[in-house]
């Protein structure tokens, strides 16, 4: 085959072998491979395994070859949940926090999402489509493939659907696209907008959603998933139960911001509705877990929040895991919460403050969060008959990409078997 590559000289190869999702102990169990080798073509993994054996394979015989030079191999890693476009950074909020004021009062006063609500009303598309691509290379530049990215800045039809056909632009298959597969999440329902906080007013919203923005959606096939933020200041459970069969009924499937600052019935939902994944769930009380380690649920965790905004209260990781379940972790890039592009950031933080072991992130950055993304079977880990997803990293050990925190081990990102970023 023309077009094979072979990777070899990797230290260790961490390959995420096996079923998914990972439960329970099972998350832990990496399958790791020292002096591993990956044979490539066509953009997918034609053998992945102990050196000495993917050599023998006939297509090794007629492929590039790429030594490692000791490095670390992983999955290309996977951001589940993101608000990837936005317009302008929230920093002086960053230091009115810092100064005492919560999240909820600068959202009370006008701030938060609403300013980047007109932050990004009044931006060009240019200039929309120039941050996010930026954003995007960086995250290839931290060993990120795919990227979920949500809508919710713009929380009228045409800002919605904008978001929404930019995301398209910048994912794989047109000219401007970034090498980063996006899937894309309306997430209209992200706070009620200016034009309706009057009384009544968030229920007349909640209807331009269901009857306008999601069909319009929908029919033009920009979305995979919808979102609602269930909190107080923001949507309640009632209204995001409209939300989600209308989206359902639809094709798009929910998925939830619950329990972010305040437990208010959202993880008890995304049960009832079978959401493809519950996000943040820092409030979510014993009952809660107990629901959704018995349901398909993928219970997404976004340290980055707790660590921008200085809170001490971090997801419960350990007792999601003890309870059978499906833990992943995602940055939320956004510039409210969690300003951050790096995987290996929230992989740090899952580690020191929420007591995972390095072995427990990086399943949750890349197969567990395949599955939250209906991927599982095509990304995530390293398997033959895979898409050839691919970081690599300047260590010697797994274990070491979330110890060094704060700092960028990853050389190279492959995706679907291309170099999307590589540091010279
Ligand atoms: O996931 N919780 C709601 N949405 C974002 C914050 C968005 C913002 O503040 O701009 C989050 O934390
Ligand atoms: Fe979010």
Redesign the pocket.
């Known amino acids: 085959m023309a077009d094979a590559l072979l990777l070899t000289g990797s230290k260790q190869l961490v390959t995420m072998a096996g079923p998914a999702p990972r439960r329970g102990r099972a998350l832990g169990e990496i399958g790791a491979i020292r002096d591993g080798a990956v044979l490539i073509a066509s953009g997918r993994i034609v053998a992945a395994g102990p050196r000495a054996r993917v050599e023998r394979h006939r297509v090794a015989r007629r492929a590039r070859r790429i030594d490692l030079g000791g490095r670390v191999v992983t999955p290309g890693l996977v951001d589940a949940?993101t608000?990837l476009v936005f317009a302008a950074s929230?920093a002086t909020e960053y230091e009115q926090r810092i100064a005492g004021a919560t999240?909820e009062q600068i959202a009370k006063a006008g701030g938060?999402?609403l300013s980047?609500v007109r932050a990004l009303r009044a931006a060009t598309d240019e200039a929309l489509a120039a941050g996010a691509r930026a954003r995007l290379a960086r995250m290839a530049a931290h060993g990120t493939t795919t990227v979920e990215a949500k809508t919710?800045?713009g929380l009228d039809f045409d800002n919605e659907l904008r978001t929404l056909r930019l995301l398209r632009k910048l994912g794989r298959g047109s000219p401007e696209a970034s090498g980063v597969e996006i899937v894309p999440t309306l997430l209209a329902a992200?706070v009620v907008p200016p034009e309706f906080r009057h009384p009544g007013g968030a229920d007349e919203y909640v209807d331009r959603i269901v009857r306008l923005i999601l069909p319009a959606a929908a029919l033009e096939g920009l979305a995979e998933y919808c979102d609602v933020?269930v909190?107080r200041g923001?949507f309640s459970v009632a209204q995001a139960r409209r939300i989600f069969a209308a989206g359902r009924a639809l094709g798009l499937k929910p998925r939830v911001?619950a329990e972010?600052l305040s437990r208010t019935g959202g993880a008890r939902l995304a049960v009832e509705v079978e959401a493809a994944s519950v996000?943040?769930l820092d409030f979510a009380s014993g009952a809660d877990m107990r629901s959704l380690a018995r349901s398909e649920v993928a219970c997404v965790m976004?340290p980055g929040?707790s660590f921008h905004l200085g809170l001490a209260r971090y997801a419960p990781a350990q007792k999601l895991i003890e309870a059978g379940a499906i833990v992943a972790l995602a940055t939320?890039c956004?510039?409210?919460?969690?300003p951050t592009l790096s995987l290996p950031m929230a992989m740090s933080l899952a580690c020191t403050q929420m007591r995972m072991t390095p072995g427990e992130a990086l399943a949750a950055c890349t197969i567990n969060a395949a599955y939250s993304l209906g991927r599982q079977a095509r990304i995530g880990s390293v398997e033959a008959g895979k898409d050839a997803d691919l970081a690599v990293w300047d260590v010697e050990d797994y274990r070491e990409i979330p110890y060094y925190f704060g700092v960028n081990y990853c050389v190279m990102t492959l995706k679907r078997g291309t170099v999307i970023s590589k540091v010279c």
Not at 334 to 338: A, L, R
């Open positions: 949940h608000h929230r999240y938060g999402i980047s919710g800045y992200h933020f909190e923001a911001h972010q996000d943040h976004l929040c939320d956004n510039p409210g919460t969690s």
